[in-house]
Nanobody
Framework: QVQLIESGGGLVQTGGSLRLSCAAS????????MAWFRQAPGRELELTGI???????HYEDFVEGRFTIFKDSATNTFYLDLNNLRPEDTAVYFC??????????????????WGQGTQVTVSS
């Protein structure tokens, strides 16, 4: 059974940092395209970043160099480092694994497995 278990969310002040973890079982993250999405209050699900099999990454413009995504193959864990956080980053953050056969990686409907989400709240 595939599971993506997220942790690491919490409440931080503006400018603070968090590391979000996505522990995977039932699939090998290094063999899959993985992504982080977020959903802020009153907004639709939003792509944050993508990590392809070969290690290349994509970040949406709002990241502005503040976030880093990476895979730890040894522990089969997918990470999102959040730095210099702003109140506008407040959202539920989700990790997701794309379908193997998908032709694109930028739409949520291309992702087959999802974590439960972890809340990040950034206060002023």
């Amino acid at each position: 059974q595939v599971q993506l278990i997220e942790s690491g969310g919490g409440l931080v002040q503006t400018g603070g940092s968090l590391r979000l973890s996505c522990a995977a079982s039932g699939l090998v993250i290094s063999d899959r395209t993985m992504a982080w999405f977020r959903q802020a209050p009153g907004r639709e699900l939003e792509l944050t970043g993508i990590s392809w099999k070969g290690g290349t990454t994509h970040y949406e413009d709002f990241v502005e160099g503040r976030f880093t995504i990476f895979k730890d193959s040894a522990t089969n864990t997918f990470y999102l480092d959040l730095n210099n956080l702003r109140p506008e980053d407040t959202a539920v953050y989700f990790c997701a694994a794309r379908r193997v056969s998908s032709a694109t990686s930028y739409s949520a409907d291309q992702y087959e497995y999802w974590g439960q989400g972890t809340q990040v709240t950034v206060s002023s």
